[in-house]
């Protein structure tokens, strides 16, 4: 399975499960630890567990590997090889800003070339 039917079938489940504000970030011509990058708000602490608790039990049958994770109420880090995805708190979001560190990385590769 390419990557980006891997990317699609994560986004449409967090979709399904009420996740907002879904974005995919391609790392793919930067260095990186990954290729993608998901960041998907959760409607708050419960609803973050049970966002990463679904996808674990949605697709490690399909084939997905996790990898690791770090967990908390706020902001859980899935480590999927060449997909991280972050399921964040609206607050946390805003508070660490991973879109602006991501697009930074990307401009500045895009700069270099």
């Not at 974005?23 to 993608?36: C, N």
């Not at 708050?44 to 608790?53: E, I, N, R, V, Y």
């Amino acid at each position: 399975m390419s990557i980006e039917e891997r990317i699609e079938r994560i986004v449409r489940l967090l979709d399904s499960k009420k996740a907002e504000e879904i974005e995919v970030f391609d790392l793919e011509e930067v260095d990186y630890i990954a290729k993608r990058v998901v960041i998907a708000n959760s409607l708050g602490g419960k609803h973050t567990q049970a966002l990463f608790d679904n996808m674990k039990e949605e697709l490690k049958p399909l084939g997905e590997t996790f990898y690791g994770s770090d967990e908390s109420d706020e902001w859980i880090v899935a480590d999927l090889g060449e997909i991280i995805v972050h399921i964040m708190t609206p607050a946390y979001r805003q508070r660490y800003s991973l879109e602006a560190f991501l697009e930074e990385l990307r401009s500045g590769k895009s700069s270099q070339a």
